[in-house]
């Protein structure tokens, strides 16, 4: 049995039951919160009736930020969930949120009486990274986990590269926000359930670098001493701990980028420049370590949207490497994150380049701070040359109020001006122009890119620390947060 099957099953006869759970307060009346609930509902209801290679791409985050945004009752909540299940068959994410709506809000314990010990069992192989987070916080969920996962090996249903798409890695990335008392608990619990590699993961997050030491000392593991220091340095890199010496023989790690990528918000720039065959990655850990100085002194927020720090990166890389060959290297990279109007052409990074150095150059004009249009900013490709007439007649229409409905006909033009829209910070316009747009994936993709941002303003509840280099484009759905 697969685990979408499992999930599916297990939560469609949930959400038709009447086991009562307390209702999440939502108090979080910021300026942004009106146009992130316009946007979520509107990703939710667009997506009804799409055919499946769309709709399992949204709905997860808007029924994230409506549940932690509104103080909806109890029913009404599992109402939302379980439209969005039944429409949603096959998205992981979805399945994810309500695996840690249920257990936050109802207690493993409940969830396991109502299911009975098998089928309760066979759901806890397959959560993902919310639902192993909320088990985990509850007392007495680590052992229930770590025996689950003593018996059957931890399955992940989402294609991540990333050291943390395993059964340790998971683990220790749903609870790195944890302390080092709730985290210990972890060690012991993994240990005491023979799983060393999970116990070793976990106590090299820990705040104080000694743990690793004692988890060393206690000889549980059997794996050689250098794969165990390499998990380790991934781990310690994404908590800023220093590096464990590695010996003549071992493979580097890139220790600097893996700790900037950690500090980065939303996504990474900076792995994308690694993977890039064209380039030597040699001069990427210069750079990595100058973001990292940037986000620590807090000139780039750590809890932001990912734009800063990937305008500083490739600023830094142009540096580096030349514009004449980094720009066609990042043209090669195709980009698979959640921002942005797709065309019939596959976006690259260096498209995603081009929208933010635009953004940020026609910002000041859109709001009035300069009254000439900005000239070409230098460093976007030949692409965004040709393109750079529209936006600056786009960026004059946002600056004066006339952005028609009819501008949002075109794919690629309704995403100019929505970007324009939101550097302008007219939220009152941004939603109108959302909403009048035709229906269909363009607006569902804008709609749902923009209520996440937007959190970012808020209460950042789709934030997570360590998130570009732990979750690697995937949410967790935190419920224990404020």
């Known amino acids: 049995m697969t685990m979408l099957r499992i999930l599916t099953g297990f939560f ?22 009106e146009t992130i609930l316009a946007f979520s509902d509107i990703v939710l209801a667009d997506t009804a009736g799409l055919p499946p290679a769309v709709t ?6 808007a029924a994230y930020l409506k549940i932690r945004y509104t103080p909806l009752a109890d029913q009404e909540t599992r109402d939302l969930l379980s439209t969005l299940l039944q429409r949603n068959l096959k998205a992981v994410a979805v399945n994810d949120l309500v695996a840690a ?7 493993y314990k409940r969830l396991r009486d109502a299911l009975g010990v ?31 996962f003593a018996v059957v090996p931890f399955h992940t249903a989402i294609e991540m590269n990333s050291a943390f798409n395993n059964g ?10 944890q302390p080092d008392e709730f985290k210990e608990k972890i060690v012991q619990a993994a240990d005491a359930h023979g799983l060393p590699v999970i116990a070793g993961y976990v106590a090299a997050s820990e705040n104080n670098p000694r743990a690793w030491d004692a988890f060393v000392a206690r000889g549980t593991s059997t794996e050689s001493p250098g794969l165990m220091r390499m998990r380790a340095n991934f781990v310690r890199a994404v908590v800023g701990h220093p590096k464990l010496d590695r010996a003549p023989n071992e493979r580097d790690t890139h220790y600097d980028m893996l700790m900037a990528r ?3 918000p939303e996504e ?22 100058k973001l990292t100085q940037q986000i620590r002194s807090g000139a780039i927020r750590r809890n932001g949207t990912m734009d800063a720090g990937w305008l500083f990166g490739y600023r830094e890389a142009i540096d580096v490497f030349g514009q004449s060959k980094l720009v066609p290297a990042l043209q090669k990279r195709t980009y698979y994150g959640r921002r942005y109007v797709r065309s019939s052409d596959a976006l690259t990074i260096q498209d995603v380049i081009d929208r933010m150095l ?5 910002q000041p004009y859109v709001t009035g701070k300069i009254d000439a249009v900005p000239p070409l900013p230098d460093d976007v490709s030949d692409k965004m040359r040709a393109d750079w007439p529209r936006w600056t007649e786009m960026a004059g229409k946002v600056r004066n109020g006339g952005a028609s409905p009819i501008l949002a006909a075109d794919p690629a033009t309704f995403g100019i001006v929505t970007e324009l829209l939101f550097a302008k910070a007219d939220q009152e316009a941004l939603r109108a122009f959302v909403r009048r747009a035709p229906t269909g994936e363009a607006r569902i993709s804008v709609a749902n890119d923009f209520a996440i941002r937007l959190d970012r303003a808020c209460a950042s509840y789709l934030y997570y620390p360590t998130e570009a280099g732990t979750l690697d484009g995937q949410s967790i759905f935190k419920f224990d947060t404020e």
């Open 268 to 289: 990474s720039f900076l792995s994308h420049l690694y993977v890039l065959t064209d380039l030597d990655a040699e001069p990427i850990d210069p750079i990595a370590q």
């Open 118 to 148: 098998e089928e309760f069992d066979r759901t806890v192989s397959y959560l993902g990274i919310s639902g192993i987070r909320a088990l985990l916080l509850q007392e007495g969920g680590a052992d229930i986990l770590m025996k689950r």
């Open 168 to 177: 340790h890695g998971v683990v220790t990335a749903s609870i790195i926000d």
């Open 101 to 107: 709506w249920y257990i936050h809000s109802m207690g």
């Open 358 to 362: 635009a953004v940020e150059a026609l």
């Open 262 to 264: 950690a500090l980065q």
């Open 56 to 61: 399992d791409k949204y709905g997860a985050e």
């Open 12 to 33: 469609s006869l949930l959400l038709l039951s009447c086991l009562d759970s307390p209702a999440l307060a939502a108090d979080k009346f910021c300026p942004q919160r």
